[in-house]
């Protein structure tokens, strides 16, 4: 029996992996170690339950009492905080699913390569804060990290057979979010509420206002200079508002590969866990009739200009993408909050960036962990004050 874990169960990435695990048998023919979620208790202990996990794990303490509650009598663990977290990613599995939101995905996931095993990534700060010594990491425990962000899930499928040498270019696709058509000068008074309207894919809240901001796109084309090992100059993106091309692999002999599909993230979560299956999956077939035509239409520098910061971090690298990670959470909080307009979040990143980019050490790659998690810390306190500083021009 394939034993799993899935961190972040209970959320968009969650549920569509344990949909796929109950298609597939559920408790009848996968063992579950350890599920884990944050406030929603209420729902990983049904899971937890279901699956006949060995061990539920809230990400607060002060759920504790709560989940315990709802595990009484099914003999399942329970357990609470940062600390359990890495206990149940120290527990072996052969398959790992890390789709915790934001940098917090980054510890447990890391920890859980020590098992060798597979880890099916949808949590791309894991790779935007800390891609080399997470690649290291999986290369000495002979561990396999599957991309299950969709874009990279496709260039990896793209990239079967075919030698990276031989790739000229990757396209990331991008919806363009749910602000690509609002005249510019609107986009200042953009709410939460309108940013969270996303026209293909239903995702978390988190990442669908940075889809609509693309610090979505940004992060990942970092995570795929990171994963892929490609040049930065060689990542493009492209607006493809259908969201039917998922992302493209560009060869040096002109051919590009595209891989397509409908917006589920079953596909790509599917692939991972089927790897190196390609096994059925209960995803929507494209009608291409039906669709008629496919448009792209290329990205504007003063819509995005997350796009602009993420090369810059590409070309810094060292911990540019954990400074660069954390203020693009600072500055969303504090949108989703009220406290700062839509277009001021990538002002809050690029301030933050300039502020820690001082020190000399923040182009250099980090040797451990512990480097990436400072660095994390730092940077959210400098976008804290950069968020501070904006108010306080705006008062003045
Ligand atoms: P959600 O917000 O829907 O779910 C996040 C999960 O993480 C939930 O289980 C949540 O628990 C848990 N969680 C929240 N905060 C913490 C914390 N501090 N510590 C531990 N666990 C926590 O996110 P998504 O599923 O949308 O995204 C998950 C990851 O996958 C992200 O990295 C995202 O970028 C990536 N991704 C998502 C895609 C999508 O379609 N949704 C597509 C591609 C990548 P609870 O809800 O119980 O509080
Ligand atoms: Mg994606």
Redesign the pocket.
Known sequence: MRHISVF???????ESTFDLIRHQGGAAVFHTVAL?????VG??ARMARELRAEIAVT?HEDCLPALRNELAGSGIEAAAGAGA?LEAADRPADWVMS????A??LAPGFRALRHGGTLAL????SLVTAGPLLLAEAAQHGARILP???EHSAIFQALVGEDIASVERIVLTASGGALRDWPLERLARATPADALTHPN?S?????TIDSASMF?KALEMIETREYFGVAPERVEVIIHPESIIHSMVGYRDGAVMAHLGAAD?RHAIGYALNWPIRDGLPVARLDFAALGRLTFRAPEEARYPALRLAREVMALRGLAGAAFNAAKEIALDHFIGGGIGFADMAGVVEDTLAALSRDDGFGKAPVALDEVLDMDGAARRAAGEAVRALAARRAG
């Open positions: 972040g169960a209970t959320g968009s990435i969650g884990t979620g944050g406030r929603n729902r990983l990400a977290l789709a915790i939101v934001g917090a995905g949808a949590n791309k700060e299950v962000d969709s894919w995702m978390g809240q988190r990442i979505n993230m």
